[in-house]
């Protein structure tokens, strides 16, 4: 699942054909070689969790954007509300989380393959692509959900993972990722008072030493907001590093903004993996605040992305 | 309400509770756009656009509820119970939570008049939710004596059960009792110094801090003979 820059070319390519004609030639994967996608989490005004209306509501949104790629939350495809992950320390304290979190479980151990393969199914038709499925591996887990979290990924027909988990849930993960032969990349907040936190470059070092399966979602505006250079890492880790998320803040644990007015070199980031020909995903992710709707934001993303790769 | 208020404001609360109507007059009006319903007045406005455009309702929900990805409850958060104007509201805003597990960001750049907005506007989502919260309950069997108690910590500077609400509980049954209770008038613009608008805001503050049993109890009093 881990791809040369000659076989993630071949993907680039390959992505629209498996598309219907019709659709082929609307659908963006790529932008002068820069391969081109959508985290779903950009989706802020979805229906809710096990509405049957959210992943039809997805594909829309993709196809009227005309991305063709995705990295789907796991909130979008469980029937649970995104807290019953586990992922957030706060959320663990709150009335119901344990009920909530064993009910997911139970849900997680039993729903059958075919769940996630009717979705991949939607997608396909459509002539979309999940490429990453997006889980956020915590200590909630069992090494059975774990297992099961993975054989989901792969009916999904997603590549891999992103992950917003920690370190130590990274050492854990050693013994599935090389059973599975499934990657997962760490993706970074920037909290930068927890050593467990995925924040900084040396903890993204700490996770990719331990397995050659381990690798980055580097978010570059969270790596901006922690004061870090997101420029300086692709061109040290452009090998490990399988997507970037796309959103512009500003420094010193700053807010999000619209793309151009934060401190993240986001045309400088995107033009070195264009010239540098580097096999690294660059996919939007929308979080600045605006009236309007999700899908004419991420529009916007995107047609900035396009005047900084022209 | 006591050492609250300023003299003679509790003649004004008597008359805001007597002849006031019950809060749907408050209801927004217009089309929902990203960031929920616009607000009833300009003033709330121009907060519900610091709220929307420093992107607070990704976590926090576009009313306040929903909270996602850890964020704070702010519907029930204690610490926005205890602002007034923004002044704890506001240094948290402006300083963020960088040592969250995700982070809230920081806004600096926030003027003094947009946190009093924000303020302002999280105070007024609180109360509606509050609100629809709270007649949501339905269940008015209280302990009087754990009401009377209530009433005379919080109510009693301004209200006699004797006095201006003699017959309350014969005049307004059920749902009409609670919700005079909980919103005895129109607060959707709470601000001013005018007796009246002191009033509002006494009774806002009730309604944001008000727990289930608080409000069982006190119909329970209102109602005992």
């Known amino acids: 699942m881990i791809l040369t820059r000659r076989e993630f070319g071949k993907v680039l390519a390959a992505a629209p054909l498996a598309a219907g004609a019709a659709q082929q030639q609307r659908l963006l994967y790529s932008i002068n070689g820069v391969g081109i996608g959508l985290e779903t989490f950009s989706f802020h005004d979805l229906p809710p969790a096990a509405d049957p209306r959210l992943i039809p509501t997805i594909i829309s949104n993709m196809r009227e954007i005309g991305i063709g790629e995705c990295e789907i939350m796991s909130g979008h495809i469980e029937p649970w509300p995104t807290i019953a992950t586990g992922w957030w320390v706060q959320s663990r304290r709150a009335p119901g989380f344990q009920q909530l979190r064993e009910d997911a479980r139970r849900w997680r151990l039993s729903v059958p393959m075919s769940y996630y393969a009717n979705i991949r199914k939607q997608f396909e038709d459509a002539g979309l692509r999940i490429y990453l499925y997006n889980v956020n591996f915590?200590?909630?887990?069992?090494d059975e959900e774990r297992d099961k979290t993975f054989e989901?990924?792969?009916?999904?027909?997603?590549?891999?993972f992103s992950s917003s988990t920690v370190i130590s849930e990274a050492r854990r993960l050693v013994p599935f990722v090389e059973r599975h032969k499934m990657f997962v990349a760490m993706h970074n907040h920037n909290n930068l008072v927890d050593p467990d936190q995925f924040a900084t470059p040396q903890s993204f070092e700490t996770a990719l030493a331990l397995s050659p399966y381990f690798k980055a979602t580097l978010d570059i505006g969270h790596f901006v907001a922690g004061n870090n250079d997101p420029v300086a890492f692709i061109r040290k880790h452009h090998d490990r590093t399988v997507n970037i998320h796309v959103r512009d803040r500003k420094r010193n644990n700053g807010p999000n903004r619209p793309f151009g007015q934060g401190d993240t070199p986001i045309a400088e980031v995107l033009r070195l993996i264009r010239d540098q020909k580097y096999p690294i995903r660059c996919y939007l992710e929308y979080e600045y605040g605006s009236f309007r709707s999700s899908v004419d934001e991420v529009k916007t993303c995107l047609d900035y992305c396009r005047r900084v790769l022209a | 309400m006591p050492g609250l208020l300023p003299p003679r404001a509790g003649i004004v609360l008597i008359a805001v509770f007597a002849v006031a109507a019950p809060g749907d007059a408050q209801a927004p009006r217009g089309k929902a756009d990203a960031g929920g319903l616009p607000a009833p007045t300009p003033e709330l406005e121009r907060g519900r656009a610091v709220y929307v455009l420093s992107s607070c309702h990704f976590c926090h929900g576009v009313d306040l509820t929903g909270?996602?990805?850890?964020?704070?409850?702010?519907?029930h958060s204690p610490l926005i119970a205890a602002d007034q104007n923004g002044n704890v509201i506001g240094p948290v805003v402006r300083a963020g939570k960088p040592n969250l597990q995700t982070a809230m960001p920081s806004y600096?750049?926030?003027?003094?008049?947009?946190?009093?907005?924000l303020a302002a506007y999280v105070h007024y989502l609180r109360r509606q939710g509050r609100y629809r919260e709270l007649t949501?309950?339905?269940?008015?069997?209280?302990?009087a004596r754990a009401g009377e108690?209530?009433?005379?910590a919080n109510c009693a500077a301004c209200h006699s059960k004797s006095g201006d609400l003699t017959g309350v509980a014969a005049k307004y049954g059920g749902a009409a009792l609670r919700a005079r209770v909980l919103r005895p008038s129109d607060d959707r613009a709470p601000t001013g110094t005018d007796r009246t608008a002191v009033g509002r805001l006494q009774h806002g503050k009730l309604l944001e801090r008000y727990?289930?049993?608080?409000?069982r109890n006190l119909i329970s009093f209102l109602r005992e003979r």
């Open chain 2, 211 to 215: 727990a289930p049993a608080d409000v």
């Open chain 2, 108 to 117: 600096p750049d926030l003027t003094s008049q947009e946190i009093a907005d």
């Open chain 1, 138 to 142: 915590n200590e909630t887990f069992t």
């Open chain 2, 67 to 75: 909270a996602q990805m850890g964020a704070t409850d702010l519907m």
């Open chain 1, 152 to 160: 989901a990924a792969k009916a999904l027909g997603a590549a891999g």
């Open chain 2, 136 to 143: 949501m309950d339905g269940d008015d069997q209280g302990d």
């Open chain 2, 149 to 152: 108690t209530y009433f005379n």
